[in-house]
T-cell receptor, first 115, second 109 residues
Framework: ETGVTQTPRHLVMGMTNKKSLKCEQHLGHNAMYWYKQSAKKPLELMFVYNFKEQTENNSVPSRFSPECPNSSHLFLHLHTLQPEDSALYLC??????????????FGNGTRLTVT | GQNIDQPTEMTATEGAIVQINCTYQTSGFNGLFWYQQHAGEAPTFLSYNVLDGLEEKGRFSSFLSRSKGYSYLLLKELQMKDSASYLCAVADSNYQLIWGAGTKLIIKP
């Protein structure tokens, strides 16, 4: 398997549930990212990990909790979400932040619906 | 503040040429990216410009003018499979990516 793989593709959860999104990259990249994509809005960067260390947390509510056990895997743990958190959550990887010609490689995303 | 502007939606005809514009105001500049995103799929990298001028890659070309804070993506010989959203993103002085909201391109036969 190549590229960036995200599971699940679709997730429906109630506001009191706890769930986790998983991302795996097979590209040998050093940096991994979580983005939120809402309709007709720019991509919102949530978290950045570089060599497994979190380097960015863009004022994301604590109901979203990232975990990066190694440079190939990234998780997003979800709990007590709100309906406005419904969106497409995209994982991406790259050679590393600060590399000028380092495009992001995205997974297909998890379509999250909070009921 | 930092801002990227691109049209929300464009329509073009199969076989024709379309130009998608992107204007930006950012704190510093370390390159501009274009991505393509088909509905329900991952954004995929199309092009990267850091110097002024035109970069050609098959049917797709990307142009940059740093003095004007302006870029465009040019798609030639349009095919139905080019129907997608096109995302413009600029790397600022801290290499943070600033994203536009995307342009939805509709191709009609």
């Amino acid at each position: 398997e190549t590229g960036v793989t995200q599971t699940p593709r679709h997730l429906v959860m109630g506001m009191t549930n706890k769930k986790s999104l998983k991302c795996e990259q097979h590209l040998g990249h050093n940096a991994m990212y979580w983005y939120k994509q809402s309709a007709k809005k720019p991509l919102e960067l949530m978290f950045v990990y570089n060599f497994k260390e979190q380097t960015e947390n863009n004022s994301v509510p604590s109901r979203f909790s990232p975990e990066c056990p190694n440079s190939s895997h990234l998780f997003l743990h979800l709990h007590t979400l709100q309906p406005e958190d419904s969106a497409l959550y995209l994982c991406a990887s790259s050679q590393g932040p600060g590399s000028q010609a380092s495009p992001l490689h995205f997974g297909n995303g998890t379509r999250l619906t909070v009921t | 503040g930092q801002n990227i502007d691109q049209p929300t939606e464009m329509t073009a005809t199969e076989g024709a040429i379309v130009q998608i514009n992107c204007t930006y105001q950012t704190s510093g500049f370390n390159g501009l990216f274009w991505y393509q995103q088909h509905a329900g799929e991952a954004p995929t990298f199309l092009s990267y410009n850091v110097l002024d001028g035109l970069e050609e890659k098959g049917r797709f070309s990307s142009f940059l003018s740093r003095s004007k804070g302006y870029s465009y993506l040019l798609l030639k010989e349009l095919q139905m499979k080019d129907s997608a959203s096109y995302l413009c993103a600029v790397a600022d002085s801290n290499y943070q990516l600033i994203w536009g909201a995307g342009t939805k391109l509709i191709i009609k036969p």
